[in-house]
Structure formats: C-alpha cells, structure tokens
C-alpha cells in the first residue's frame, strides 16, 4: 500500500488486534498507522515519534485505563490530538476524557468514512492550534496593547483604525450596538506619556447628566458661587486636561447640554461657574453612540454643528453575530478573567457550535455574563450544550406561533410624541417588573436589554423605588 507523502501520523492505542488491521486496511492510503496494544506502548510511542492524532480506546487492561492514559499521553506530546474510542457510550466517562485533555469522541461502530471525517476534523483542530500558538506571543502583545480580544477580520481592522487615530488629536465618534466595548476602544484611543503612564480618561454617561447641573458637573465652580459650593472644585473637562474625555452614548445627551458643549469643544476654554477668568484646556473628545446621530440631526434631536464639530473619525464596532470566529477566544478569556484561573471551564465542540449560532443581543457583554452564569450555575466544568440558558436552545425548537394580533392602546393626542413613548415605556417596565417580581437580572435577559441600561430606566421611573 502506497501512504501519501507526508502523511498525518495516527496512533492506535487498542488491545484488539483485528481492529487496528480494519482501520489501516480502510484509511492507509492517507494516514500513516503505529500501534499500541496497551497504555505504556503508547507512552513509549509517544515519546518516540511525532504523532498528530491519538486513538485511545478506553478500555485496554482495565475498564478506565484510557482515561488514566490521557494525562500521561499529554505529558508526553503535549500537541497530539486524543480520541477517545469506545464501543459504548458512557456520557460520564466522555466528558471526563475531554475534561483531561480528550478532543473528541468517536464510537466503534462506526464507519470508515465517518472515522475519517473524525480524523479530517481533528487535523483541522491542529492545524488552528498550531496557527494559534505561532500567533500567541502577537496576540499577547494585541491584548496587552488593545485589550480586544479577536482575530477577526473587523477587529484587526479596528485596530489598525485604533493605531492612526492615536496619533491625531481629531475627535472621534465609535459606533457600535450596546455591548460591543465602545468604551474600550476609546480608552484604547490614549497616548502612552513620557514617563510611560497612559494620558488621562473620563468617563461621562450622557444620559444622566441633567441640564440644572450640567455645567457644575462639566466645567466645575467656585467656592461661594452658589448655595452649597463649600470648596472649589474642578469639571469634568479640566479632569480630563492633558488627556481624553469621553461621553458614552451621545445620543441620549439633551439638547440643551448639546448647547452648552460646543463653544466649549471649539474653544477648549472652560469657564467655571463663579470665575471670571477662563481655563485653557487640552483635551481630545471621543464620544459613543449606537444610535444614528445623522437621523437625529435631520430630526431635529441632535444638533448639527455639534455633529460636524465631533464627526471627524468614525470607527464602527461589529457585533458579534458578525464576528463569531471570535467567540472561542472570547470564552477562554471571560473564563480566566472571571474565575482567575485558566481552563476552569471548557466547552465540548458542539457546545461552541450552539453558543455561535445564538444572535446575541447584548454582544460581547452578553457573553461575558454568560461564562459567569456557567461559573456559577454548573457543577461540571465541561460545558455540554444543555448546560446553557434556555435561550441558546430556542432555535432548535422552530419557529414560534404567529402571535394574536393585539387590541391597539388608546391613543392620547395632548401628549407630545416623547411623552406617549415615556409613558408607554413606564407602563411596559411597570408590569415586567412586577410579574418577574423585581428580578432585574431576569428581565435583563427577557426582555433583551442591558443590566445597567435597565436599571437605569427603571431608577429613572422610580419603579423599584415603589415597592
């Protein structure tokens, strides 16, 4: 029998003879064969030769020798791919193999070509695993730099944009969906100081500054210039002189404080309440939206110099429905950040398969609350694709029912249009909090929204504040 040139090398670990003549006799001419008959001929083998794929089968000398061989074939050849190779299904027993380091499971009914396919599956594994660790110390050095995890085409694109933005003083609008990291990518934006420290970074949510404080808050006040100025105090703008302010979510910013910013961003001057002298400032403004502010302005909800003033650069975060090439490495990092140890949590292949097909919402940040919800609720530490929330599951269950259709609300004309919105949104929040009995982290999930957004609404309303 001719074997390719350069051929994948498989080991078969398995006391039946027979077999291991069914399986070079169907896959030689693409696979060079080595056997062993038992777990320490396989060590030796190991240690011996470079091997690609191990087939372990789980019972050798004793009805769990495979599983104890698992450990010891890692230490031997840390880079072979084990599968476990069983003539019955035990579930206990497989996820225990691939909590030790198995990468797949394959029965002994079945047929070559599916063996085969098992094989082409797990060459591919290492093959991506090989790639990965050529490119671990580059993507070390990514996330040290960036902290975005990925190596998708739309991040490495955001942060070759990351790279030229750095270097301008230009404002700088991110766009994305909610919890896709805009406010990461704008810490990302700072320049690296003299003395090796990262620039200044402020943080301001648009949405809950209100007008009667905003240029308190914003550009500070003096002792004495009103009922309860005990002590002169800095803004927001000088805390950020030298550096970057950034305003989440711009376009929840009322129009009034729109206003009041911009003499202030075309100035860099600030004039603090109570001072008759104005501070000349440096600072770069990055601001964030998942709204489409060029709808507002032709709305009238977003002023129009303001938007020329702050749309110089644009970057725009994917979500991660477009990215899901992504969410391995995602998962891997939201478990070591999460439970401070690396691997505490694993997923079967099939699990990462349900989690990528999911739409995620919430994006990344959904994510990331998905791997502490496992840390929390899942006594195993291998992931099967039960084991996940039922929302992972809903497409396998077909489409559901057309819904009624429902009465239509009254409609009250002396409400303007934000009033009847307000309204509506109160009423809806009311009678979600109530039938989930004031669950926040429950009708975060069902009803699509983010933790902090809601809660935020939900204060806003005083609904929580009522019971």
């Known amino acids: 029998m001719i074997v390719k040139k350069h051929a994948p090398k498989v080991l078969i670990c398995d006391d039946d003879r ?17 056997s062993a008959f038992n777990g320490d001929e396989a060590i030796l ?28 074939a890692k230490e031997a050849q840390s880079d072979a791919i084990i599968i476990f190779f069983s003539g019955r299904t035990n579930l206990e027993h497989i996820k225990t193999a691939i909590r030790l380091g198995a990468h797949d499971y ?15 599956k797990a060459l591919q594994h ?7 660790s050529q490119l671990q110390h580059e993507i070390k050095s990514i996330t040290r730099r960036f902290d975005l995890i990925g190596t998708s085409e739309g991040i490495q694109k955001i942060r070759r944009q990351i790279d030229r933005a750095r270097t301008s003083s230009a404002p700088v609008v991110i766009q994305g969906e909610t919890g896709t990291g805009k406010e990461v990518v704008a810490r990302l934006l700072r320049k690296t100081l003299p003395d090796q420290s990262l620039e200044p970074f402020v943080a301001v949510d648009s949405s809950t500054i209100q007008s009667s404080v905003a240029e308190s808050v914003l ?3 003096e002792k004495g210039s009103f009922t309860g100025a005990e002590k002169t105090t800095r803004g927001l703008f000088e805390e950020a002189d030298g550096g970057v302010i950034y305003f989440d979510e711009l376009g929840n910013m009322p129009l009034e404080i729109q206003n009041k910013l911009l003499r202030v961003i075309q100035e860099k001057e600030v004039l603090r309440i109570g001072s008759a002298r104005p501070l000349t400032l440096d600072f770069r403004v990055v601001c964030a939206t998942n709204r489409n502010l060029e709808k507002m302005v032709a709305e009238g909800r977003f002023k129009d110099d303001l938007f020329q003033r702050l749309n110089v650069l644009q970057i725009t975060i994917p979500p991660l429905r477009e990215r899901i090439e992504d969410i391995p490495l995602l998962l891997n990092h939201f478990v070591e950040m999460h439970t401070g140890v690396p691997g505490k949590i694993t997923f079967l292949p099939e699990t990462i398969e349900r ?5 995620f919402p919430g994006n990344v940040r959904e994510l990331s609350n998905l791997v502490l919800y496992l840390d929390s609720m899942c006594e195993d530490s291998v992931i099967a694709p039960m084991d996940l929330p039922p929302q992972y599951h809903s497409g396998k269950e077909g489409p559901p029912p057309a819904p009624r259709a429902a009465p239509q609300p009254a409609i009250d004309l002396s409400q303007t ?46 609904i929580h504040m009522a019971r």
């Not at 240690?47 to 000398?61: A, G, N, P, S, T």
């Not at 290492?126 to 990965?132: D, F, I, P, S």
């Not at 249009?417 to 009995?437: C, G, H, I, P, Q």
């Open 417 to 462: 249009f934000y009033e009847a919105v307000e309204s509506f949104e109160k009423a809806y929040l009311s009678k979600a909090y109530e039938k989930m009995e004031g669950n926040i982290s429950r009708m975060s999930m069902d009803l699509r929204m983010d933790r902090s957004y809601l809660h935020r609404k939900l204060k806003n309303y005083g």
């Open 45 to 72: 083998l190991l240690k011996k030769h470079q091997i690609d794929i191990l087939l372990l089968d789980m019972e050798l000398r004793t009805p769990t020798e495979g599983l104890e061989i698992i450990p010891r």
């Open 18 to 34: 027979n077999l291991h003549l069914a399986i070079k006799s169907a896959l030689g001419r693409d696979y060079e064969f080595k």
């Open 219 to 221: 550009f500070g006040f």
């Open 126 to 132: 290492k093959t991506l695993q090989t790639k990965a």
């Open 106 to 120: 394959v029965s002994k009914d079945c047929s070559a070509e599916d063996l085969a396919h098992v094989f082409a």
């Open 355 to 359: 989690i990528q097909s999911y739409s």
